[in-house]
């Protein structure tokens, strides 16, 4: 039953605006993602989604996500094992989370603030969303952690602040950038695989983007 409410979500969460559809919008909060970005135009967008947190009794909307991926040939073989698979089924497979989560191709993930969250809640969030996923590399995790701290001093994550996160084919690097201004890279492929995992593996914390994701994933692979 809640395959089934996220999948109809996605109906909600993914729509394309105007006839040149090059910008999705994420219903819940009203971001708007372009198709191909500008810095990477060979990254291609491939869900979005939200992330709700309740406080109290109340479920607030944190942020949106977005999931590119570059569509290589390379990047579809390794994804023909799912050809035919619905779309309900594929968000249930660790299969299809190790090979996009943990694979090595390129691939990049942005997160636009829905409301006004403290520096040290956000860099906390996402930390403690990482740590329970990734092996043997603490140092990496505590890297991550301080390039986002630098981009967040002063100014908090507030209301609209952009996050990109981008690993690049074969690099085991994930680099941070925040409102545009790169802050870092992080040398780990550990951390690559646990920081996509968050949004991709069967815990996802959005699961409204990765129903999206296997959507999309769903429609490559006709």
């Known amino acids: 039953m809640v395959i089934v409410v996220y999948f109809a979500f996605v109906i909600l969460a993914l729509t394309i605006v105007g006839s040149s559809s090059l910008e999705v919008k994420e219903k819940a909060t009203g971001h708007m993602y372009t198709q191909i970005p500008e810095d990477d135009k060979k990254l291609e967008l491939v869900g979005v989604g939200v992330r709700v947190k309740k406080i109290g009794p109340i479920k607030v909307n944190v942020y949106s996500a977005a999931l590119y991926l570059e569509k290589s040939s390379a990047l579809l073989n390794s994804l023909k094992a799912f050809k035919g698979i619905s779309t309900e ?27 006004d969250v403290g520096s040290n809640t956000m860099v906390e969030a996402l930390a403690e969303s990482v740590k329970p996923r990734i092996v043997g590399d603490s140092s990496s995790l505590s890297h991550f952690q301080s390039l986002l701290s630098k981009g967040l001093a002063g100014i908090g994550a507030k209301k609209n602040t952009e996050f990109r996160f981008r690993s690049v084919s074969l690099s085991n690097q994930l680099s941070v950038a925040i409102n545009g201004v790169e802050q870092g890279v992080v040398n780990s492929g550990a951390l690559c695989r646990a920081f996509f995992n968050v949004y991709l593996d069967q815990d996802s914390v959005s699961p409204p983007l990765k129903a999206s994701v296997c959507h999309t994933i769903s429609k490559w692979l006709l």
């Open 89 to 115: 089924k594929l968000q249930s497979s660790e299969d299809l989370s190790n090979a996009l989560g943990g694979s090595t191709h390129t691939k990049s993930i942005v997160l636009k603030m829905a409301r």
